[in-house]
């Protein structure tokens, strides 16, 4: 099967099973704050929430990083439909076009959406990239994750989510930061991801409560 055909059942399908949801959302006052004052943000998630959230924030001008793999084929087409911006790259393949991309977003004060843990892992982990963008951009940095019961887990190494038809899903936004500038002209920053890894856990608890 083309990756044409492919596509727009694949859309339907989401779209149809995606309706079904009880969407439930926390913290939606962090997310109003983030939007607020007009500046750049990025909205960081794990790779395994994806779909949930891809489905919630469509028709919101996002632009979204997709990788160069054939699977990330199959996905332009849909989140073009979608509402989003898409650039193709990854950290492992392409990746300075798509974060360069990435970069100018932010710049423009536009909004991007970055899987922190994508595109291989390791599950959980929050890698420095986004944080390097937001302390270049200046950007607001809004961590979101999503629970849903009953759903299905892919034996993938992200534990893709996949809710059920008629599942209650829980969208939790954490309370928006932005990093810290560097401590003077010239000084080295850091690049320690951990208070987005913070973040990324604190919205994956209170969503899964």
């Known amino acids: 099967m083309s990756v044409l055909a492919w596509q727009h059942p694949a859309q339907w399908g989401l779209a149809a099973l995606a309706a079904t949801w009880r969407v439930e959302i926390v913290g939606a006052e962090h997310r109003d704050r983030a939007l607020a004052d007009g500046s750049p943000v990025i909205w960081t998630h794990w790779h395994g929430h994806?779909?949930?959230?891809?489905?919630?924030?469509?028709?919101?001008?996002?632009?979204?990083?997709?990788?160069r793999h054939r699977d990330g084929e199959r996905l332009v087409d849909i989140a073009r439909r979608w509402g989003y911006?898409?650039?193709?790259?990854s950290s492992t393949r392409g990746a300075v076009p798509g974060l360069l991309g990435l970069a100018r977003t932010l710049e423009m004060g536009g909004q991007i959406?970055?899987?922190?843990?994508?595109?291989?892992?390791?599950?959980h982990v929050a890698k420095a990239g986004a944080l390097a963008l937001a302390r270049k951009s200046r950007a607001t940095v809004v961590a979101v994750a999503a629970w849903a019961r009953p759903a299905w887990h892919a034996g993938s190494w992200d534990g893709f989510l996949v809710?059920?038809?008629?599942?209650?899903?829980?969208?939790?936004?954490?309370?928006?930061w932005r990093a810290p500038p560097s401590p003077s002209p010239g000084a080295e920053a850091s690049t320690d991801p951990m208070p987005l890894q913070e973040r990324l856990d604190w919205a994956a608890r209170l969503a899964a409560c």
């Open 163 to 176: 809710p059920a038809p008629g599942a209650r899903v829980r969208v939790a936004y954490a309370e928006p």
């Open 113 to 123: 959406a970055l899987a922190v843990d994508g595109p291989r892992g390791p599950r």
């Open 50 to 67: 994806l779909l949930p959230l891809f489905w919630l924030h469509r028709h919101r001008q996002l632009t979204v990083l997709i990788s």
């Open 85 to 89: 911006h898409t650039l193709r790259g």
